[in-house]
């Protein structure tokens, strides 16, 4: 049985104490905050609330894995409800596009906006069918070992092409928007993403996506309770401040008010907050979160899609609106010079007169918050994903898991960092 102590209390952080509690280890887990949960606490304010995190829905494969694997089934503690609507893009043209999860219905969509576009897209999504088969098998459920790279994995994380490149075979330029949105809403330029990370699109189109009922709290509260009885024993309010490092391995965390002795460390925050690793992610920058704002609105509201996507003309913000009954959060990505109430009213949805209540959040409010950004790292080019850390570091004995490690950002990304470290660490 080794010791594990395992640095934040976000997503990442209580997936791998979990999984690693469950293989027999004496696991702690440290969290800065009182309390523990990072993006997936919601924001509460005169009897509204919200998602409070980048993410809201899941891939059910990544959690079932992780409830399985770490106790009870997931259908005995959480009810998944799939979604009929990925999302609604709305263009600058006036045109709009309600986008069902399966290849069919997507086509049928697209050409009732215009023929020639679904076909055009289904062509463009089905060409990633390789890439993800490739990714999936080497990349997101094996470690890897990036001076030891499979062939074909290599092919992929070696390519030079831009994902924004790569989306102009689309032709249109809603298509094409349709195709960054993605990686643009996660704050990244296209210009700088590889064109393998487009996969997105291919994951919806097969799998679908799934919200939580209850969202990210009942998530929380039953990773919460597995923790407990896994008997993980959770330090809040614990300030980390460096690892303790002999002869090149760790042997302990050390806090504010001592060191938590451990023979394995999983690091699940931004890995800058510990001087014995910030120099292996010098070369990499956090992506930013966008201006956030939740809104609390009363009265007759216009029938919205659980996210609809507003894409401006060009140097105009893209918004996004996630309504939950009259309880609303406003992303801004790009140049944002005016509040984001107003750009919408400017869109067409008036709302200005409906709202009860509102919190802002900057980006600068967000990463504070959470101690980190929870977008992760900046795509600056192909060999961004190399600069990553994890599932392993280069200290012996330490491993990352989140949003800034390997795979990635986003919630079915992170919960596969976890269980990539789960596979190297091993049963006790």
């Not at 934040?8 to 690693?20: C, D, K, M, S, V």
Request: hydrophobic fraction near 45%; aromatic fraction near 6%; charge should be neutral.
């Amino acid at each position: 049985m080794a010791k594990v102590a395992v640095v934040g209390g976000g997503f990442g952080g209580l997936a791998a104490a979990a999984r690693l509690a469950k293989l027999g280890h004496a696991v702690t887990l440290l969290e800065r905050a009182e309390r523990i949960g990072g993006a997936l606490l919601p924001v509460e304010q005169d009897g509204f609330s919200w998602e409070g995190g980048p993410t809201y829905t899941v891939l059910p494969a990544v959690l079932r894995d992780l409830f399985r694997k770490s106790g009870r089934p997931l259908e005995r503690e959480l009810e998944l409800v799939e979604l009929d609507v990925l999302r609604e893009h709305r263009f600058a043209d006036g045109s709009s596009v309600s986008l069902p999860p399966t290849r069919g219905a997507q086509v049928a969509a697209l050409e009732a906006m215009e023929p020639g576009l679904g076909t055009r897209w289904a062509d463009y999504v089905h060409a990633y069918a390789d890439d993800w088969e490739v990714l999936r098998r080497e990349y997101l459920e094996r470690p890897w070992d990036p001076a030891r790279l499979p062939p074909a994995l290599a092919a992929r994380l070696r390519k030079r092409e831009s994902l924004a490149r790569h989306a102009r075979r689309l032709r249109d330029d809603r298509l094409r928007q349709m195709a960054l949105y993605p990686a643009e809403a996660e704050g990244h330029d296209p210009r700088d993403v590889p064109a393998w990370v487009g996969v997105t699109a291919y994951v919806e189109q097969r799998f679908g996506s799934s919200v939580v009922s209850g969202g990210m709290q009942a998530l929380l509260g039953a990773l919460v309770a597995r923790l407990a009885t896994r008997r993980v024993d959770v330090l809040r309010g614990t300030e980390v401040r460096d690892l303790q490092v002999r002869d090149g391995r760790a042997i302990g965390v050390v806090t504010e008010v001592g060191v938590v002795e451990s023979d394995v460390v999983v690091v699940a925050c931004d890995p800058r907050r510990l001087p014995a690793l910030s120099s292996y992610v010098a070369r990499t920058m956090p992506a930013l979160p966008p201006v956030m704002v939740h809104l609390g609105l009363a009265g007759d509201l216009p029938e919205m899609a659980h996210e609809t996507v507003l894409h401006g003309e060009p140097r105009e913000p893209t918004i996004v609106v996630r309504a939950n009954g009259p309880a609303w959060t406003l992303l801004g990505r790009g140049r944002v010079d005016e509040d984001l109430v107003t750009t919408l009213a400017r869109r067409g949805i008036d709302i200005r007169s409906q709202v009860v209540t509102r919190v802002d959040r900057s980006p600068r409010d967000l990463v504070e918050a959470w101690g980190g950004s929870p977008y992760g790292v900046l795509w600056q080019g192909p060999r961004t994903v190399l600069r990553r850390l994890g599932p392993g570091t280069p200290v012996a004995g330490v491993y990352a898991v989140g949003a800034h490690a390997t795979p990635g950002a986003g919630l079915p990304y992170v919960g596969l960092s976890a269980a990539l470290v789960a596979q190297v660490v091993g049963p006790a």
